[in-house]
């Protein structure tokens, strides 16, 4: 069967990008003294907006080797996220090391294409195979992931590069941080061809006036105190490895986080926003919301998450303050970055208009009866 890659709902797809051969990893490796070429391709990932797999190398060992295209990473692009890495690792945090090939570089281009290697991580891939938005299988994943994130925070601090110059697929937090959002979005898109162009035959500044600028509304006192950080911006249960120690007489399984991946999102944002975006990636199933109904909602996964976290970093009173309202325009950033995509890379029309609907929609869902519900539950438990 050909490879296949997650789609825009719950069902598998032809991917946009051609998959990893093994050819052309053992090039690309070769350039890498720790691998040295690639004995075997073990692993190809299904997630949609590059390629990449896992590769048993020549000199013993597996990497993981991520290909884009130039237009959605470039090399400077690879490096904004690679120095961020490097800060962490330098702080001790638990995410991977990215290689250097025989020059030093930490990304290298061929043709159209740019490519990255990292080590493989610590832990196990629990979650390897899990779509967009699904939850969390145990309360105890999200308060570990919650603690994680926290620790995470705790690495980033003293890492100041200003936020990433504008590219497909990033999700910082600058929309709503403005104090015109409808200004800020208008210079979001002017400089992004693709995206002024289908936003120019849609009514959203109407669906933003409805939808977002409430939440903005009682999100803006808050956001002078809120301290600028890099944050990761996809702390989804698949970006994380796991594992669990046997502990106490009664050898009660400890699942902590070993490893977290895939900082392709980050830039410049807040902790609370990266918090946010957690709570909004693992406790609804955004996917399924419309059959599920209330069972596409897990409140309980979203307190575990906030505990666990504020085991490690109290949040501030008005961090606890913004934090329902951000949950509600976190997205944001990357979904209008996602209509860039599909408009000015991939060519799909029908992609771009389920991005957009991520942009209205999301948000929308918290003025719903069952999302106010959910604001209601974390605002009682933030107090």
Same mark, same amino acid.
């Given at each position: 069967?050909?490879?296949?890659?997650?789609?825009?709902?719950?069902?598998?797809?032809?991917?946009?990008?051609?998959?990893?051969?093994?050819?052309?990893?053992?090039? %690309? !490796?070769?350039?890498?003294?720790? *691998?040295?070429?690639?004995? /075997?391709?073990?692993? =190809?990932? $299904? +997630?949609? &907006?590059? @390629?990449?797999?896992?590769?048993?190398?020549?000199?013993?060992?597996?990497?993981?080797?991520?290909?884009?295209?130039?237009?959605?990473?470039?090399?400077?692009?690879?490096?904004?996220?690679?120095?961020?890495?490097?800060?962490?690792?330098?702080?001790?945090?638990?995410?991977?090391?990215?290689?250097?090939?025989?020059?030093?570089?930490?990304?290298?281009?061929?043709?159209?294409?740019?490519?990255?290697?990292?080590?493989?991580?610590?832990?196990?891939?629990?979650?390897?195979?899990?779509?967009?938005?699904?939850?969390?299988?145990?309360?105890?994943?999200?308060?570990?992931?919650?603690? %994680? !994130?926290?620790?995470?925070?705790? *690495?980033?601090?003293?890492? /100041?590069?200003?936020? =990433?110059? $504008? +590219?497909? &697929?990033? @999700?910082?937090?600058?929309?709503?941080?403005?104090?015109?959002?409808?200004?800020?979005?208008?210079?979001?898109?002017?400089?992004?061809?693709?995206?002024?162009?289908?936003?120019?035959?849609?009514?959203?500044?109407?669906?933003?006036?409805?939808?977002?600028?409430?939440?903005?509304?009682?999100?803006?006192?808050?956001?002078?105190?809120?301290?600028?950080?890099?944050?990761?911006?996809?702390?989804?249960?698949?970006?994380?490895?796991?594992?669990?120690?046997?502990?106490?007489?009664?050898?009660?399984?400890?699942?902590?986080?070993?490893?977290?991946?895939?900082?392709?999102?980050?830039?410049?944002?807040?902790?609370?926003?990266?918090?946010?975006?957690?709570?909004?990636?693992?406790?609804?199933?955004?996917?399924?919301?419309?059959?599920?109904?209330?069972?596409?909602?897990?409140?309980?996964?979203?307190?575990?998450?906030?505990?666990?976290?504020?085991?490690?970093?109290?949040?501030?009173?008005?961090?606890?303050?913004?934090?329902?309202?951000?949950?509600?325009?976190?997205?944001?950033?990357?979904?209008?970055?996602?209509?860039?995509?599909?408009?000015?890379?991939?060519?799909?029309?029908?992609?771009?208009?389920?991005?957009?609907?991520?942009?209205?929609?999301?948000?929308?869902?918290?003025?719903?009866?069952?999302?106010?519900?959910?604001?209601?539950?974390?605002?009682?438990?933030?107090?």
């Amino acid at each position: 069967m050909s490879h296949l890659v997650h789609g825009m709902s719950t069902e598998n797809v032809a991917p946009d990008w051609p998959a990893l051969t093994l050819d052309e990893v053992d090039a %690309a !490796l070769r350039r890498y003294p720790q *691998a040295g070429g690639a004995q /075997a391709l073990t692993w =190809r990932s $299904p +997630r949609p &907006l590059s @390629a990449a797999g896992l590769v048993e190398t020549a000199r013993g060992g597996s990497v993981f080797v991520k290909r884009h295209h130039w237009r959605v990473r470039s090399l400077d692009g690879l490096h904004e996220e690679h120095a961020f890495l490097a800060h962490l690792r330098r702080r001790g945090a638990a995410v991977v090391e990215v290689l250097t090939d025989e020059e030093g570089r930490t990304a290298v281009g061929d043709g159209e294409w740019t490519y990255e290697v990292h080590t493989v991580g610590d832990g196990e891939d629990l979650y390897r195979e899990a779509i967009s938005w699904s939850p969390f299988t145990q309360l105890s994943h999200a308060h570990a992931a919650g603690r %994680a !994130l926290a620790e995470l925070h705790e *690495a980033a601090h003293g890492y /100041a590069a200003p936020p =990433r110059a $504008p +590219r497909q &697929l990033t @999700a910082g937090f600058s929309i709503f941080a403005a104090d015109d959002p409808i200004a800020a979005v208008d210079q979001y898109a002017a400089m992004r061809p693709a995206l002024a162009e289908d936003l120019s035959g849609r009514s959203w500044r109407e669906d933003v006036r409805r939808w977002h600028l409430p939440h903005h509304d009682r999100l803006r006192p808050q956001l002078a105190t809120l301290e600028p950080l890099w944050t990761h911006n996809d702390f989804h249960a698949s970006n994380l490895l796991w594992n669990a120690a046997a502990v106490s007489a009664a050898q009660v399984a400890t699942v902590q986080v070993a490893t977290v991946l895939d900082f392709g999102l980050c830039d410049r944002a807040f902790a609370v926003h990266d918090l946010a975006t957690a709570i909004e990636r693992n406790a609804v199933e955004w996917l399924t919301i419309d059959e599920m109904g209330d069972r596409a909602v897990h409140a309980d996964a979203a307190l575990a998450l906030v505990d666990g976290y504020q085991q490690i970093r109290k949040l501030t009173e008005s961090e606890r303050a913004a934090l329902p309202d951000l949950l509600a325009l976190c997205h944001a950033d990357y979904a209008l970055s996602e209509i860039d995509y599909f408009r000015g890379v991939t060519g799909s029309a029908q992609n771009a208009e389920l991005a957009y609907r991520y942009f209205v929609d999301h948000t929308a869902w918290f003025s719903s009866p069952g999302g106010v519900r959910f604001l209601d539950r974390l605002r009682l438990h933030l107090a």
